[in-house]
């Protein structure tokens, strides 16, 4: 039996804390979400606590939750961004997770104009680029922007790569120290118009496509990719620098 011993503090100064959102899920019944993979390199290089945020519009208080996390990341999904957010018509498209995008966007909108970071993977990317008022397009070079396929084994979903060039002087091209690296995408949704205030930070060197930017319109950090460094972040250095970059901003936040 353990013996209690009644405390007001925790011992150790308190790690950031930062929210990765979860997404609507079916496993027999409907789950919320979260591949492993975005979680352990927060831990890892971030040095962050991570809570995970379940994606249900209808009981979370996003104004609540805002005050109360040091940042946010919007994870990679099998869903698609609605149209309706970015001015199209919705579509018959069962990729869709409706309660993911209302969440993403009232949360990631409440943190950032409270000055705390925010970053992007993937769908977290075009997230937020259509919360800066940007649109996305379905039109890409499926040679190297691979579309998601559910038929397609988990262990070789990963197994392709392109690469993209960094802006010079930007965040990424800082931290990583290369003018370009190879990447691995898995997405069928891209940028389309630029949201506005967006520093575009790398492209794709085949066909031009934006898969980076920052921003810091309040205080914060925002910053989003394309593609996935959390995949096999153990053999990459430039996944391992995005993280790095996530703890940099969670510890710029907590010094203010």
């Not at 698609?80 to 579509?91: I, L, P």
Request: hydrophobic content about 40%; aromatic content about 6%; overall charge negative.
């Amino acid at each position: 039996m353990r013996r209690f011993t009644c405390r007001r503090e925790i011992d150790g100064p308190p790690k950031p804390v930062i929210g990765v959102l979860c997404c609507n899920e079916i496993a027999n019944r409907p789950i919320q979400a979260v591949a492993t993979r975005f979680v352990e390199p927060l831990v890892r290089y971030a040095g962050a606590t991570v809570l995970l945020v379940p994606a249900v519009a209808d009981a979370m208080d996003t104004r609540s939750l805002a005050g109360r996390l040091d940042g946010l990341l919007l994870t990679g999904s099998r869903s698609n961004v609605a149209g309706g957010r970015y001015g199209k018509a919705n579509t018959e498209d069962d990729s869709l997770d409706l309660d993911r995008d209302t969440v993403a966007l009232e949360l990631a909108g409440r943190m950032i104009e409270a000055g705390r970071p925010v970053f992007g993977i993937c769908r977290g990317l075009q997230e937020l680029n259509v919360l800066f008022g940007g649109t996305l397009t379905d039109t890409l070079d499926e040679g190297h922007h691979r579309s998601t396929d559910d038929a397609t084994a988990y262990e070789t979903l990963f197994d392709h790569t392109h690469d993209v060039t960094l802006s010079a002087g930007g965040l990424l091209a800082s931290a990583i120290a290369q003018p370009s690296i190879s990447v691995t995408s898995v997405h069928r949704q891209g940028i389309d118009r630029l949201g506005e205030g967006l520093t575009v930070e790398a492209h794709a060197v085949s066909d031009g496509l934006v898969e980076a930017f920052s921003a810091r319109p309040c205080g914060g950090d925002v910053l989003a990719v394309q593609w996935h460094p959390e995949w096999d972040v153990a053999a990459s250095a430039s996944g391992q620098a995005f993280f790095a970059l996530i703890g940099q901003a969670l510890g710029a936040y907590r010094d203010r």
